[in-house]
């Protein structure tokens, strides 16, 4: 079976920090009949637990709204859902698609408890996962939370600054989303 590098994460807006987070999952690479094949082929895994999906405003995009916005920035990306966060889950949806998940891909906000969890030897007791590599993206850059302000607050210039460029046509649609699911919460 393949290797696989997984970057985790809600994405309730996708910005340039998520792509360069995407992006460092991508550095091992070869073009292979003009299509970029990853050695270790990289995954998304979208968190959308269910009770972070009670929360519209902070999470106001669903499963398939999420994977349209990373595919416009990684067409061919593969985009898996995570009912939570937690190492277990992750584990068990990854082996079922690949046997070797080589590499752990996430922002700092997450890594602190990824970390503690893969120390946990509890969960490895049946897995051939003690060697994971952990990246973790600790750069500065914008988050969620400033994607959703500027929908919010109608600043598509600001949106332009913190979102790749590929989804800067889609500012009216996203904040229309975005306004919708803030009145479904009221």
């Not at 393949?2 to 910005?15: D, E, P």
């Not at 922002?107 to 590599?133: L, M, S, T």
Request: some cysteine; glycine content about 6%.
């Amino acid at each position: 079976m393949k290797n696989c590098s997984l970057v985790i994460g809600r994405f309730q807006g996708f910005t340039n920090k998520h792509e360069e987070l995407i992006e460092e999952s991508l550095k091992d690479f070869k073009i292979e009949d003009g299509l970029i094949k990853h050695d270790p082929e990289t995954i998304v895994g979208l968190v959308n637990g269910e009770k972070s999906s009670i929360d519209k405003e902070r999470n106001p995009f669903t499963f398939a709204e999420k994977v349209k916005m990373i595919r416009k920035v990684f067409p061919h990306i593969k985009c898996i859902k995570l009912s939570n966060g937690f190492i277990g889950e992750i584990l068990d949806v990854t082996s079922g698609i690949y046997y070797n998940l080589s590499r752990i891909c996430t922002g700092e906000d997450r890594a602190k408890g990824y970390y503690d969890q893969i120390k946990n030897e509890k969960y490895f007791v049946d897995w051939p996962y003690r060697d994971i590599q952990l990246f973790v993206l600790t750069r500065t850059g914008t988050s969620g939370t400033e994607f959703r302000k500027c929908l919010r607050t109608n600043d598509k210039k600001r949106f332009e600054q913190i979102v790749p460029y590929q989804l800067w046509e889609d500012f009216d649609e996203l904040r229309n989303i975005y306004i919708e699911r803030i009145k479904e919460k009221n």
